[in-house]
């Protein structure tokens, strides 16, 4: 099978003398969608607290439905960006996301709260993937490796940053204004992709969309991801965890079976056919679910075991998460002359190392400078260097037809990978009361967890050729 012949709708600046404006305006987007998805771990008992008669495991939908539901539609909204424009599916992806920030803080009771942020996570499928293939469009090639970094980095520190930020909200004026922040920002996303951008059409009709395979994907990633959110609250043998895993898995070998037979599919599985790109995207997986558990650990030691307050938990945890877009920047002229494996592999080691700090060396005196701080350190560096160089990596090798599609699974696999580290931290530290015993395994396994991403990394060849 020939590869498709079609070209992405490009996006430029209404002003070309430089790109950065552009990028700016697709940020600060990005950065809203990625704060969301962890925004909510410091609000989860006003939450409880604010639905009468609501359980735990009810109130944690109004965190997994954002990941599910997001997880499922980024693939097919990074095909849509690449074959419907841009500029287009971007201002869409912001405008449902908008829309949603506020019916979220409006909500009157649960169901619809859980119902708005479905529509959030929506808005927030679309404008990702299509920020991405924005910004690459209107930099030149010799630079993508930097502003990809830079990207990166943003949705990094926005994900790291969500539970101090919402701590310090959710403290000073309550769980609502977690959703009524994103407005402003948001209207200016908005407003400045408007003006900024022109989106030029390619002169090809478009192909008819592969809804069939849109469906099969989207079902079979979010089944999936459904059965291993529900370990959280029901036991891994449960009926409900292996009749969901298996059924996700079912529709995701019928997508497979359809799109190997169609001209246009939902996704072109001959990515896959690149050692890179395969490589990059299983060590997503692995360091997703490691990153997830790393900072979960942190916000659960700082209160469950030094006892911190919220706001000064939120507080603790932040020196690492601001390290991370220096050292991208820095990473990023780095891979765009030597490649990202060194970057790769370096990172997951750091981090790695912070993990094996965070396992043996605080104990139930706190001692934040002596004991903490150091952890920190390691693990932000390690950070800035591996995640901005996984979503660079991911894309490096693929054509500009392929940008947002591609990309759209890498982020969709950091996802899900970050899903499997949320339930496996329930797992380990999940009990009442925290014990330094179980926190001290949590740490080891996602040591563990970012060494095995390390070796996969070794692998990846994005070195530019001379």
């Known amino acids: 099978m020939s590869p498709p012949v079609s070209s992405p709708a490009p996006v430029v600046a209404r002003d070309a003398a430089s790109p950065w404006p552009v990028f700016f305006t697709a940020c600060v987007a990005v950065f809203l969608v ?14 409880r607290g604010s639905f009468a008669g609501a359980t735990a495991a009810d109130v944690s939908w109004v965190i997994n439905a954002y990941t599910v539901v997001y997880a499922a539609l980024l693939v097919p909204a990074g095909r849509l960006a690449d074959t419907h424009g841009r ?69 990094g520190l ?15 004026a309550g769980w609502r204004w977690a959703f009524f922040i994103n407005l402003p920002p948001a209207l200016w996303s908005l407003w400045r992709a408007r003006t900024r951008l022109v989106e030029v059409l390619p002169p090809i009709a478009r192909h008819r969309p592969d809804i069939i395979g849109v469906l099969l994907l989207a079902l079979g990633v979010g089944t999936l991801t ?33 799109a190997r037979h169609r001209p246009e599919p939902a996704l072109d599985l001959r990515l896959f056919d690149n050692r890179t790109y395969s490589a990059v995207n299983l060590a997503t997986l ?26 000064l938990a939120g507080l603790a945890i932040t020196p690492g998460p601001l390290l991370v877009v220096p050292v991208a920047m820095i990473s990023g002229r780095f891979a ?16 790695a190392l912070g993990g094996f700090w965070q396992a043996g060396v605080p104990g139930l005196d706190p001692d934040y400078l002596r004991d903490w701080l150091p952890g920190q350190i390691l693990t932000g560096i390690g950070v800035g260097m591996a995640l901005p160089s996984l979503s660079g990596a991911a894309v490096a090798s693929l054509g500009p037809a392929q940008y947002g599609v591609g990309s759209a699974v890498n982020q969709a696999v950091r996802q899900f990978g970050s899903v499997l580290g949320v339930a496996l931290t329930v797992v380990l530290v999940g009990s009442e009361r925290l014990s330094l015993v179980e926190f001290r395994h949590l740490s080891l396994t996602y040591a563990g967890l970012a060494v095995l991403a390390a070796a996969i990394c070794s692998v990846v060849q994005t070195r530019p050729r001379r």
Request: charged share 5%; aromatic share 12%.
């Open 34 to 47: 990625s704060v969301d998805s962890t925004v909510l771990f410091a609000a989860f008992s006003q939450l």
């Open 286 to 311: 692995v360091f997703g679910m490691a990153f997830s558990m790393m900072f979960f650990g942190f916000f659960f030691f700082m209160t469950g075991i030094w006892h911190y307050s919220l706001p």
């Open 336 to 351: 765009a002359r030597a490649g990202h494996r060194p970057l790769l592999v370096t990172g997951c080691l750091l981090m």
């Open 158 to 172: 926005a994900a790291a940053v969500g539970p101090s930020l919402g701590s310090w909200i959710v403290d000073a």
């Open 87 to 155: 500029k287009h599916v971007f201002m869409l992806g912001v405008s449902l996301f908008l829309i949603a920030s506020m019916a979220c803080g409006l909500a009157p009771n649960l169901a619809s709260l859980i119902a708005a942020r479905v529509l959030q996570a929506v808005g927030a499928a679309m404008l990702t993937p299509a920020s991405l293939a924005i910004v690459l469009g209107v930099f030149p090639i010799e630079k993508r490796a930097v502003v990809v970094s830079l990207w990166g980095a943003v949705g």
């Open 226 to 258: 459904w059965a291993v959110v529900r370990t959280e609250s029901q036991a891994l043998v449960s009926a409900q965890v292996l009749g969901g895993a298996a059924a996700g898995i079912a529709l995701l070998v019928a997508f497979v079976f359809w």
